[in-house]
């Protein structure tokens, strides 16, 4: 199944950031849930900080259906970021972002 990679900055300050990005974490945990490949995580800058934005790297059969997954996600729907999505082609490696299947 293809991979996509959404990225997104921060249209505010991180700090008015915390009810948005929570809602976004449990947004993943149940995508995450139902089988959905999916990780989130910050951007961070070179002292190892966030630094204003994230990534998230997901599978889905199209780009169609990964735009249709990603404008339910609550950081998109909020308006509080500028985001970009694109297709991945990885060449060499796994992320290991598979959900456990039974059997």
Known sequence: MPWYIKTERFRAPAETMGPHLAAHRRWVGQQQQQGQAMVSGYLVDDHG???????????????????????????????????????????????????????
Do not use: F, K, N, Y
């Open 49 to 103: 900080h966030p630094g204003g934005g994230g990534l998230l790297v997901l599978e889905a059969e199209t780009h169609d259906a990964a735009m249709a997954l990603i404008r339910q996600d609550p950081m998109i729907r909020s308006g509080c970021v500028d985001w970009q999505l694109q297709g991945w082609i990885p060449v060499v490696g796994d992320l290991g972002l598979r959900p456990a299947r039974d059997g």
